[in-house]
């Protein structure tokens, strides 16, 4: 579980987010004061050095606000510059995040995406689902026509994950834990679980794309 406030700050909202706060507990990178982008670079540097050393055969990363969104806040800009290319780097198997009252599983370029925020509520828009990239693909969203509408007919919802050698499957629930949506993910390549220095993985990231 990483601090995505000490990495983005607190107004972590892409194109199609209208606010009426322009408060934030950190000013928006990348030009903050100078405390804010010395937190934000040592919080990048664990995060890094935490993930550069698993060996596990699938690999979680989870933070409050999410890389990419389909639904009312948007995607993350900082997050996609920053944090996105290093999950990827170190074959993360899926980010997992919340902040957006939605559910939706997205893949795009090798990695998943995996947002659930209805432990509260159900449901926000999709509103910002053409700001995705056009080569990833939402695999399956949940989310009302307007912000409350009701239309999805979900009240809350929450994610669940089992896991052995083969495959970890990952199920959608809805608030009386009925199935909505269920996919399997594989493991790690091998070449991601091995414990090396940085540039190696440099090295072996390069051979195998």
Known sequence: MIDTVQIAGHMCHGPGYESVSTESYFAPLPTPPIENLIQSTATLQWIEDAIRSSDADYLLVAGHF????????????????????????????????????????????????????????????????????????????????????????????????ELDDVEMNVKIHNEDGGVLYETSLEPRDDVFKMKMDRGNVETATTSVE
């Not at 919340?98 to 795009?108: K, P, S």
């Not at 053409?130 to 999805?152: M, V």
């Open 66 to 161: 999410p890389i990419y969104s389909a639904c009312s806040h948007g995607n993350t800009p900082h997050l996609i510059k920053h944090l996105d290319p290093m999950l990827k780097k170190y074959g993360v198997t899926a980010y997992l995040s919340g902040h957006e009252h939605c559910q939706f599983h997205y893949t795009y370029d090798d990695m998943n995406y995996i947002l659930t925020g209805t432990g509260h509520d159900c449901c926000y828009s999709a509103s910002n689902a053409k700001y995705l990239p056009k080569n990833g693909k939402l695999e399956y969203i949940l989310a009302d026509t307007t912000n409350y509408s009701g239309d999805s007919g979900a009240r809350g919802g929450f994610v669940s994950f």
